[in-house]
Each structure stands twice: as structure tokens, then as C-alpha cells.
């Protein structure tokens, strides 16, 4: 029996996708990543060297959404007051009133966050992980839906600061974007040649549509498993030779929520281990640190993840759904 809820949610979410499609060509995988981590309520950051369309495709999504959208530009002397907001002196009140900062969006682009200070940088952990700010004694909330799709450039370039761990563990995914392809250079050029086409991008969802779609996302079934298949995948992270830090217990929930996301998009509702390895890497490698020796020997980490992949058996029940 067909779902009306499900099939929705997949019209939706290629309508949005191919909407910042007009203006990120050839990329169309990582548009779907980036929006399947907005839809499961979390942070993403998108990393690689400078030119290839880090801002414009954070900025795309947003336009996307009609939605509250704001931009903070990451430099060394961006104090954390400047991204959560500042009490300031009334007079007319006699009193201290708070002036919210950038971070009080729907979606909130942390351009080449990694250019900040680590003090600039933490400023940004409870808002992204309990999705409220604290200031002066006072918690205010950020109105759902809440994400900071962050930019980074590749850490040897001059003048940035390595994120903590404690930061880059909230980000639900870490995505590159990659050069693009010979054809699809060709067509930037005759598309963005004379005029970019993100000037002339409409909105094609809502606020409410993007609200509805998360409700959604979270009825979809995840059998035990393809429970047990995300536990025994981040399990393999921690005993692998090469790997010195595995992923965290928050990866596992992840994976679950954003597979969620990527079975609906798909027009299921329920999970495949599929959805589970199509996820896995953007999810999983940014949380782990590899050995030193694993370092100098070449190794990196999404090798190591599909090496993990390659080892960690697929459940055969996985195509069932629960109770089934």
C-alpha cells in the first residue's frame, strides 16, 4: 500500500535538490548529502581548497528554503559575541537588552570557520548541539529547523586553525565537493560565464515543508538488523590497526538518522543497509584519527572506512522491515 507521507517527502526532496542543482552543476551527490543532514537535524561541513564552490553551495540551500538564512565570516579576530549575540546598554530602558547574533537563523553559513580562534570556534558547540544560547544566565532557543553548514579549507594552507574535536564530532557529516569533470567545467562557463544563475534562484520549500519533512523522516523503520549492522560498522572503526581514535557512540545516532533521510529520499520507509554504507563515509571519517605510522605510510581515512565496509558483513534480514 502506498505511502502519500513518503512519496511527498521524495518529490520534495528532488524538488529542492535539483533547484540548487541549477547553480552547483555535475555535484548533485553531494547536494543530496548535505540536504538528507538538514532534514535529520544536523550540522554538516564542507571542506576543500578554495574556488570549487564551498559558499555557493551552502548559500544555494539556503535560498532554496524560505527561510531565516545568515552568513558569518570566519577571520582571526571574530570574537564569539560576534556569532551569539551581545547584551548591550538601554538607555532609554535603563537596562541590558540582548542583540542576537547570526547564529539566531534557520540556517546559518560559518564561512571558512576554520580561520577563527578555537575560542571563536567552541562558541559555536551548545547552539549546535543542544540548539540554544546561553547569555548572561539566560537560554534563549534557536527555532527549528536550526543548521550551520560550516566551509573549511584544507588545514596545510596558511592561516587556519585546526577545529577541536569536541566541534567537528557535532558536525553530522564531512563532505567535499572535488573539481568538477571536463564537461561540466564547460558548462559553468556558459552558465556562470556572464551571470551566475544562484542571482535568479527562487525558494521552492518552506519553512513548514522542511518542518513536516523531519516529522517525517523519524517514522521511517529501522530494523534491529541494520541496527546492529551501523553497531558492528562503528564497533570496526575502534579495533581497526590503523585507527588510534574510532568513532563516537554520536556517529551511530547519526548514521541512523540520516539513513532515515536517505531511505524516505529514496521513496521507502524503511532502511537498507544500503542506505547505511551510501552514508557511511561522510558520516563516520571525520570523527577518527588514524595512527602515526598509518599517517606516514600514505593511509587515509576514507580508505580505511571502506575498508571497514568491505569487512563488516551486510545483514541479509536488512531488506525486511521490522516485525516483518
Request: net charge negative; proline share 7%.
Amino acid at each position: 500500500m502506498p505511502n502519500t507521507d513518503i512519496d511527498w517527502f521524495a518529490d520534495r526532496f528532488h524538488e529542492i535538490s535539483s533547484n540548487v542543482e541549477r547553480v552547483i552543476q555535475g555535484k548533485r551527490p553531494v547536494i543530496t548529502q548535505v540536504l538528507s543532514c538538514l532534514l535529520a537535524e544536523g550540522h554538516v561541513i564542507i571542506e576543500d581548497v578554495p574556488g570549487v564552490g564551498k559558499t555557493l553551495l551552502a548559500k544555494s540551500i539556503a535560498r532554496s528554503i524560505e527561510c531565516d538564512f545568515s552568513r558569518i565570516q570566519f577571520t582571526p579576530d571574530l570574537l564569539p559575541s560576534d556569532v551569539t549575540g551581545v547584551s548591550v546598554w538601554d538607555r532609554n530602558h535603563g537596562q541590558f537588552s540582548f542583540k542576537p547574533g547570526p547564529i539566531f537563523s534557520n540556517i546559518v553559513i560559518g564561512d571558512e570557520i576554520n580561520r577563527a580562534s578555537p575560542k571563536t570556534q567552541s562558541a559555536m558547540l551548545e547552539a549546535m548541539e543542544e540548539r540554544q544560547v546561553t547569555n548572561d544566565g539566560v537560554t534563549r532557543p534557536l527555532e527549528p529547523p536550526f543548521m550551520v553548514i560550516a566551509t573549511q579549507n584544507p588545514l596545510e594552507h596558511e592561516g587556519t586553525y585546526p577545529l577541536p574535536e569536541a566541534q567537528l564530532d557535532r558536525f553530522m557529516m564531512r563532505v567535499e565537493l572535488g573539481y568538477p569533470s571536463y564537461e561540466t567545467a564547460l558548462e559553468i562557463l556558459d552558465t556562470h560565464g556572464v551571470r551566475s544563475t544562484f542571482v535568479d534562484l527562487m525558494p521552492v520549500a518552506t519553512v513548514k515543508d522542511v518542518t513536516a519533512m523531519i516529522d517525517i523522516a523519524r517514522t521511517v523503520t529501522v530494523s534491529d538488523p541494520v541496527k546492529h549492522y551501523i553497531v558492528d560498522l562503528v564497533e570496526a572503526t575502534r579495533d581497526h590497526p590503523e585507527v588510534l581514535l574510532g568513532a563516537s557512540t554520536r556517529s551511530a545516532l547519526f548514521l541512523q538518522r540520516v539513513a532515515r533521510v536517505w531511505a524516505a529520499a529514496a521513496g521507502r520507509d524503511f532502511v537498507l543497509p544500503d542506505d547505511v554504507k551510501a552514508l557511511a563515509v561522510p558520516v563516520l571519517s571525520h570523527r577518527m584519527a588514524l595512527r602515526p605510522e598509518a599517517v606516514i605510510r600514505g593511509a587515509g581515512m576514507e580508505e580505511v572506512v571502506l575498508g571497514i565496509l568491505d569487512r563488516v558483513p551486510v545483514p541479509g534480514a536488512g531488506r525486511h522491515r521490522a516485525g516483518a
